[in-house]
């Protein structure tokens, strides 16, 4: 046994996040560790890689061989030799002002690791030019492979991947975890991706507020799963077919302290009765999985909210891009990153905008926020030429396009509260002081947020990464904007409260009339959530149409291939 975990507590400052895991990890074996966010992945995989704040207490053990890893303090010959992390965000690993040449070296240096750093490049499918380069040189897929060959520098027993995949097209996840799986390392994947990672683990394990709530082989886990919390995360993975419902599990992990008494998923169960509320379930072995649920053996299934379909009118046109190209200057070189791209969205529709990493997805999405110029196009919002206008022109047509970022916890200032972050188009826009309130608390509801004076008053750092979103959806419709820009507004996000944002979107664009651009690199997604569909790839439209007519039958190659890695991440 590679990994031993029996009882293994973490908490902090007396309010537990892991509550009591057992679990193993064999010689070899990958264990995909799923749920959503708040319910203590991460907090395991840092217990076992001594990298916890001083104010956590780990109980327990976590045994890498012979080596006790549970409240560990002298780490210099563990760290990077028995055990190594792939971290969720690449360029956070990853020194920007070194070659990746001089990061490995550094690596095979510190913890005595005889490959040449030539060999952990070819070992993750990346070739030994690449050497010489900047992280920012290289593409998100490339610098995850990099730091795939920092964490195998030191050849370590375990590899804790902390979400290895997250923010990544479906193509370059797939590409990811099969090189993990290729590997042949022990290893703990920690994902809110539960369908993703089946087709690469041997075995599952869900987490729910701090315990496990299912443990079984992954090959088995979508038909036979028994645990209603299992089922809520496979409703909320969208998959690129129009005919599975896509849906997400009402609310959100209870704080910690505010755990329930009995089982801990009770609150939010279709299944839940009386005795759910009073007596935890143990987890308990059937067969060749592990179940903590006292409804495991009934035939009931549990059903939960799905996205709602399109199916209203179309309203007048908002956005009509006609033959926008935009060059880059690259040292020598010059870049087409878009060529010849039109594009229209009407008011109540949401239009897709899919493709791979430097597609050029990001690029139209800051032309038509009026951010960047592009090199000859045209684009209109509303029947205005944004490309012409220029100064307080500009901006006063940019105040009719709201905008959602891709990173919740990086967009909203962590010094400002709920009510001040809503308002601060308000501002910029003049709205006179007594009508603010109402506005905000308008936006905010709209958003699928508490319109409470408690939780106005809270900060950033108090809030769920789905709770910081709709803040930032909030925010973006507080000067009532015709159009709505959702740069990967989803890509960081677990699976459930995806399908919670993509709902909250739909409803505005029904309730609203209003006009959403989708920009997102999950063609899943975007089959279950939009309206219609744009294709790019190299800054070329590919294929555009209906969702449905899309999924159904693609008539470009690449839109196939997308689709097939929707369909098998």
Avoid at 496 to 508: H, K
Wanted: proline share 6%; net charge neutral; with cysteine.
């Amino acid at each position: 046994m590679t990994l031993s975990m029996r009882d293994l507590t973490v908490s902090y400052d007396g309010l537990t996040a892991v509550d009591g895991i057992s679990l193993d990890v064999a010689e070899s074996e990958i264990v995909a560790l799923v749920g959503e966010s708040g319910c203590g992945k991460t907090s395991l995989a840092r217990a076992l890689l001594g990298l916890l704040p001083r104010t956590a207490t780990v109980t327990g053990s976590a045994l890498l061989g012979e080596d006790e890893l549970a409240g560990r303090t002298d780490w210099k010959n563990v760290r990077g030799s028995r055990i190594a992390i792939v971290p969720q965000g690449a360029m956070t690993g990853l020194s920007p002002v070194h070659r990746v040449g001089a990061q490995i070296t550094e690596m095979l240096t510190l913890h005595g690791g005889q490959a040449e750093p030539a060999e952990l490049l070819e070992r993750v499918g990346l070739q030994q030019g690449m050497l010489r380069c900047y992280p920012h040189e290289l593409s998100g897929g490339q610098r995850q492979r990099v730091a795939i060959a920092l964490a195998l520098a030191g050849e370590p027993r375990l590899l804790v991947a902390d979400e290895p995949t997250t923010g990544l097209d479906a193509i370059t996840q797939r590409q990811i975890l099969a090189l993990l799986a290729g590997l042949g390392t022990s290893m703990l994947i920690v994902s809110h991706d539960l369908s993703g990672l089946m087709p690469y683990a041997h075995r599952a394990a869900v987490m729910y507020a701090g315990r496990l709530a299912e443990v079984r082989p992954a090959r088995t886990l979508s038909s036979k799963h028994a645990h209603p919390y299992t089922a809520g995360l496979l409703t909320a993975t969208p998959v690129a077919d129009r005919q599975v419902p896509w849906g997400s599990i009402p609310g959100s992990a209870p704080a910690l302290d505010l755990l329930p008494t009995g089982c801990r998923f009770a609150p939010r169960c279709p299944l839940a009765t009386d005795r759910c509320a009073e007596e935890a379930p143990p987890l308990l072995r059937h067969g060749d999985a592990q179940v903590a649920c006292h409804h495991h053996d009934k035939p009931d299934k549990p059903t939960y909210p799905v996205v709602p379909r399109a199916g209203h009118s179309q309203g007048a046109s908002v956005v009509h891009v006609t033959d926008v190209r935009h060059l880059y200057r690259a040292r020598s070189r010059t870049v087409e990153a878009l060529r010849g791209v039109d594009l229209d969205i009407h008011a109540g529709q949401i239009v897709g905008l899919v493709g791979e990493s430097g597609s050029g997805k990001s690029t139209l999405a800051r032309i038509i926020l009026g951010l960047l110029r592009p090199s000859s196009g045209r684009v209109e919002i509303a029947g205005e030429e944004l490309t012409a206008r220029r100064g307080r022109a500009l901006r006063r047509l940019q105040q009719r396009i709201g905008f959602v970022h891709q990173d919740p916890y990086d967009a909203l200032h962590p010094g400002m509260r709920v009510a001040s972050l809503v308002a601060e188009p308000l501002l910029r826009t003049g709205t006179p002081r007594e009508q603010r309130a109402a506005r905000v608390r308008d936006a905010v509801s709209a958003s699928g947020l508490p319109v409470t004076d408690e939780f106005l008053q809270r900060f950033p750092d108090r809030l769920s990464g789905g709770q910081r979103q709709r803040v930032s959806i909030a925010r973006a419709l507080a000067a009532d904007p015709i159009l709505l820009v959702a740069d990967e507004a989803t890509s960081m996000l677990d699976v459930s409260t995806r399908a919670g944002i993509a709902t909250t979107l739909r409803t505005l664009a029904i309730d609203r009339g209003l006009a959403v651009l989708f920009v997102t690199h999950d063609l899943g997604e975007a089959v279950q959530s939009c309206d219609r569909i744009v294709v790019l790839r190299n800054g070329t439209v590919v294929e555009r149409g209906l969702s449905a007519d899309l999924a159904g039958a693609p008539s470009h190659s690449y839109t196939a291939q997308l689709l097939d890695a929707a369909r098998s991440t």
